[in-house]
């Protein structure tokens, strides 16, 4: 290394747009640091210069290509697209972006001859956002499947896309057809799972309380004040009613009558079954 230790990257902002506007020149647009990371803005015809620039030239040393990142500004019209490159200084310890605009029909001049890793950074920018780039010779679709239509990182792509894939029993194959959002047979009611449902839900029509409004958020029986009192009174304890209380049965008055096979006085004879014929014998006649 030619520096014992590399400074700060922060402190590097001014001294770096310095030496970059006076290296590239007229191919520089703009030049400005934004939160804490300088911003070169350069033209198409001068992007290839520029980042050889950057790289080789003394003070700056951008020796790695780290990202290709895409955006897309609809507003802005024809050139709508802005295509970042992300360079580190190892020597410098400090980081840079370049910016170039670009159209749909536009191609952006490839940087493979500097740095070959932009070939899979440029095919994913292409296939993400459809900007061509002049010079890459395997510029295809990188992370969507054959036979995408579209790019999907364009503010104008639609969320559902344009085609869904399924498996056709009939065909025996994957089979591609367009997207279909049938609603005949959805509910939406967009309830909040933290705050529930205004509505008594299906098996909830049981509860003791299903008919009472519950606030919001997550429910707790008693309050703070309830809580940090709850020792302070106690109240008569009652125990609780059997479940089969109405058809509790008398208690015997002695022991003599247990078991014996007496009728209970408040009982009544069993009704004649029509249905039921007797027999001689067996274990239940």
């Keep these: 290394m030619r520096a014992p230790a590399p400074a700060y990257a922060y402190s590097l902002n001014d001294e770096t747009i310095a030496t970059a506007q006076a290296a590239i020149g007229g191919g520089l647009v703009d030049a400005f640091a934004r939160a804490g990371e300088v911003q070169l803005h350069v033209t198409r015809e001068a992007l290839v210069s520029a980042l050889v620039t950057l790289r080789d030239t003394p003070g700056l040393e951008y020796q790695q290509l780290m990202e290709i990142a895409g955006v897309d500004y609809p507003d802005r019209g024809a050139e709508r697209f802005e295509v970042v490159y992300c360079l580190l200084s190892l020597t410098r310890n400090h980081r840079l972006h370049v910016h170039v605009r670009a159209s749909e029909d536009t191609p952006v001049p490839s940087v493979t001859g500097l740095w070959p890793v932009a070939g899979w950074l440029e095919r994913e920018v292409y296939d993400m956002y459809g ?155």
Excluded at 214 to 240: F, I, L
Excluded at 241 to 267: F, L, M, V
């Design 131 to 285: 900007v061509l780039f002049a010079g890459n010779q395997d510029l295809r679709r990188i992370l969507t499947d054959y036979g995408f239509r579209g790019h999907p990182f364009r503010k104008d792509f639609p969320l559902s896309g344009f085609v869904e894939m399924r498996y056709s029993e009939e065909q025996k194959r994957v089979v591609y057809e367009p997207v279909k959002l049938a609603q005949d047979f959805r509910s939406f009611d967009f309830m909040s799972p933290w705050e529930g449902a205004e509505y008594v839900l299906p098996g909830d029509e049981k509860a003791k309380d299903a008919a009472l409004p519950q606030a919001k958020g997550a429910q707790t029986p008693v309050n703070a004040t309830q809580v940090q009192n709850a020792g302070a009174t106690k109240t008569d304890a009652k125990a609780p009613a059997a479940s089969s209380e109405p058809y509790a049965k008398t208690d015997a008055t002695s022991t003599a009558e247990t078991g014996a096979g007496k009728d209970n006085p408040d009982s009544k004879p069993k009704p004649a079954d029509p249905d039921v014929v007797p027999g001689k014998g067996g274990q239940n006649q």
